[in-house]
């Protein structure tokens, strides 16, 4: 069914807050795979995402999907750090451009060099923009973000609603994967007071304080990816605090 995952999305973030699982195709870090989605699932995380690396070895990175469905019900969504990103197994794929990148390969150029690749993949398109905020890490140096200041509140919204003036679907603010801190809630919170278009945050969210509170901002989706890596056990209480954020 065409649309099924952004209306899936679209449907779920009316009623409650959505939590969503990154998760980095790299075989190091998919040893017990098959066990961690099981559990992710039974957590109750509503999607998960693949991808995020620059290295991604296509032919792993469609095992990895392969692996992920035939252990869950979840839907996989990909989360493109470059062309190698591309899998026809997956349900559908973040189309994303980094709004703030001083490169306008990031913008524009990976796009039109990987649209033939989506098309002929048959996944679902789900335009979104990417916003990387301070401190960035890894995907502001790969991205040449000019990085948004955490107190730079207009530049956030400026770039945010440029976004849904612009058609997209979705606006991911990123803090970078293992940032100290995630994106601040009054940024979150005046991001959702002046667009429609639903938001996720991601990058620096360790805790279910943390993501409970930019839920409450105004955050329709939590991804998290390194505490998944790192501490395990800490994410059902994240996904319980998410799902339990009623709209």
């Given amino acids: 069914m065409k649309n099924r995952i952004k209306n899936f999305i679209h449907r779920t973030v009316r009623k409650r807050a959505m939590h969503v699982t990154l998760l980095d195709p790299d075989p190091q870090k998919m040893k017990n795979l098959d066990k961690k989605i099981r559990e992710l699932e039974r957590f109750g995380t509503d999607a998960i995402l693949v991808g995020g690396s620059t290295n991604v070895n296509r032919q792993f990175l469609d095992k990895c999907v392969k692996r992920i469905k035939n252990n869950s019900s979840l839907p996989v969504i990909l989360f493109p750090g470059g062309l190698n990103g591309i899998s026809p197994y997956a349900d559908a794929i973040l189309f994303m451009s980094l709004l703030n990148s001083r490169n306008p390969y990031w913008i524009t150029g990976a796009q039109s060099a990987g649209a033939m690749l989506v098309k002929e993949a048959g996944i679902e398109i789900i335009p979104a923009a990417y916003i990387i905020v301070e401190p960035g890490m890894k995907a502001g140096q790969v991205g040449e973000a000019e990085i948004i200041k955490r107190g730079d509140i ?3 919204v400026g770039y945010s609603l440029a976004a849904e003036y612009l058609g997209m679907d979705l606006v991911y603010l990123e803090a970078g994967s293992g940032a100290k801190e995630p994106v601040p809630v009054e940024m979150v919170k005046a991001v959702r ?3 429609e278009i639903p ?4 990058g620096g969210i360790r805790t279910a304080a943390d993501a409970l509170e930019r839920a409450k901002a ?8 390194t505490i998944t890596e790192e501490n395990f056990k800490a994410v059902g209480d994240i996904i319980r605090a998410v799902r339990g954020c009623r709209r």
């Fill in 199 to 202: 938001i996720i945050v991601g």
């Fill in 154 to 156: 207009k530049k956030a």
């Fill in 218 to 225: 105004g955050a329709d989706i939590i991804d998290t990816g």
């Fill in 193 to 195: 007071n002046n667009i």
